[in-house]
């Protein structure tokens, strides 16, 4: 069986274990039901996510031309502090900027390599989570805009990480932590302009990931150096493919590279 297409993020559904599907314009595969079957994963081309053009990808999916001119591109994607909607301030896009930055958004505690801080539109939970490989998470703030949740998780990062060790998520070697207990501890922390929206009562999400074998020494695959890969799947993680011979294939950090998958 094969599947050609341009690599996105997969999508996911809250399940025990998280379901995982890579999506192609024309056709998709559920991935989960690959986990033991050998695959082969060869580059084609570059595909921009936005223009379409095969050009090389710069970042995020995005050629270079795109990315620096296009609001799903802009800095405050990344920096959620730098959001400006708030104000009616544009920055590249003032509609677009407005239509993301003024809506709910969450700040949380992840566990996936260690505990850490992070920020996602409220629409984006748990989706989030999965998509960094936290096997547990918790909210801790619940803000109207953007902003408000970048100035809280700026706050934060000087008690806790925002990083996740990639390769300490995907080997699986990790800790449980009491988040409840961490989120009490970081709670004197948080802005005033952000106090009132503190989320007291609610408990940890716990995600279970579809993997067989995690990896002793992951490896990732380079689809410019390596252009055709094959492999046995032994687990999905976050966004990682993972390989009996532990390679690593983040889907993610490879959109807009257009691939042939071959199952069998």
Known sequence: MSYQGVLTKMQTEFSNPIQYYLVFENDFIHMNQLLNKKIKISFIKHQCINCKNDRSIYRQGFCKTCFFEIPQAADWIMRPELSTAHLDKEDRDLEYEKKVQLQPHIVYLANSSNVKVGVTRKSQVPTRWIDQGAHEAIEIVEVPNRYLAGITEVALKDHVSDKTNWRTMLKNDIEDQDLVEWRTKLKGYIPDEAKDYFIESNT???IEFPVFR??????SLNL????SYSGTLKGIKGQYL???DDTVFNIR???GYMVDIVVG
């Not at 995690?214 to 490896?219: A, G, L």
């Not at 410019?224 to 252009?227: A, Y």
């Open 204 to 206: 940890e999400t716990s």
């Open 214 to 219: 995690y990896p002793e020494k992951p490896k």
């Open 224 to 227: 410019n150096k390596t252009p």
């Open 242 to 244: 993972i390989f009996e």
């Open 253 to 255: 950090a490879n959109e």
